[in-house]
């Protein structure tokens, strides 16, 4: 099935620094969707790209859509203690028709020291 | 408005025991889904609900486990004969009807289930 590479597995970053992850895979996509989820919450969607190449922000929130269409980025500017949580990568099927059957990566646990 | 809710928010259960979860989606939300996510990993599709009727159920991830949505709203998995490796948090998610591109799927907080 479809296999997600989300790294790191992990950050931990000073308040104000800036954040990097990804999500690769040997597919092509024609969607990445970025969540967050925090402590005993379920994920909350935070941006949604459609479009390879596509660079959309959400605040300090910046998410790109791989040109390849087999990655994709997401990047926090500034980081504040509230950013703390596991962000996920997700797609939908490649053969589309069926979009809610999202497969996620493993997530990125981000730590932020104030 | 009310998002998601599920219920319980933690269960424990012992090994052999049938357990039932409960999703109350949000209101006019006419999809709905169930997602598994074991410790360190991502989110793990189960089964998923169009209005009462799961069209498709492949997740499920064997015959223990069943799931059913009654009045096109609330929406219970029903785990059999519980096992340690069921042991995950369940998260439930809806989803209105679909226009264009991708549905967002607005997740409940989840079901903590551990078997002893």
């Known amino acids: 099935g479809q296999q997600l590479n989300q790294s790191p597995q992990s950050m931990f970053i000073q308040e104000g620094e800036d954040v990097s992850m990804n999500c690769t895979s040997s597919?092509?996509?024609?969607?990445w969707l970025w969540y967050k989820q925090e402590p005993g919450e379920g994920p909350v969607l935070l941006i949604a790209?459609?479009?390879?190449?596509e660079l959309t922000s959400n605040g300090r929130l910046t998410a790109q859509f791989g040109i390849t269409r087999k990655d994709s980025f997401l990047n926090i500017s500034a980081s504040i203690p509230s950013d703390v949580g596991i962000y996920f990568c997700?797609?939908?099927?490649?053969?589309?028709?069926?979009?809610?059957?999202?497969?996620f990566g493993k997530g990125t646990l981000l730590t932020v020291n104030p | 408005g009310a998002g998601v809710s599920q219920s319980p928010s933690n269960k424990v259960t012992e090994k052999g025991k049938d357990v039932e979860l409960r999703c109350d989606p949000i209101?006019?939300?006419?999809?709905l889904y169930w997602y598994r996510q074991s410790l360190g990993q991502g989110l793990e599709f189960l089964i998923y609900?169009?209005?009462?009727?799961?069209?498709?159920k492949s997740g499920l991830p064997s015959d223990r486990f069943s799931a059913e949505r009654t009045g096109g709203s609330v929406s219970t998995l029903t785990i059999q004969r519980t096992q340690q490796e069921d042991s995950a948090v369940y998260l439930c998610?809806?989803?209105?009807?679909?226009?264009?591109?991708?549905?967002?799927?607005?997740f409940g907080p989840g079901t903590r289930l551990t078997v002893l």
């Open positions: 998610a809806s989803s209105p009807p679909a226009i264009a591109g991708v549905n967002e799927q607005f």
């Open positions: 597919s092509i996509f024609n969607t």
């Open positions: 790209l459609y479009k390879a190449g």
């Open positions: 997700a797609v939908p099927p490649r053969s589309g028709g069926s979009n809610y059957k999202l497969t």
């Open positions: 209101s006019g939300h006419t999809a």
């Open positions: 609900f169009q209005g009462n009727s799961a069209p498709d």
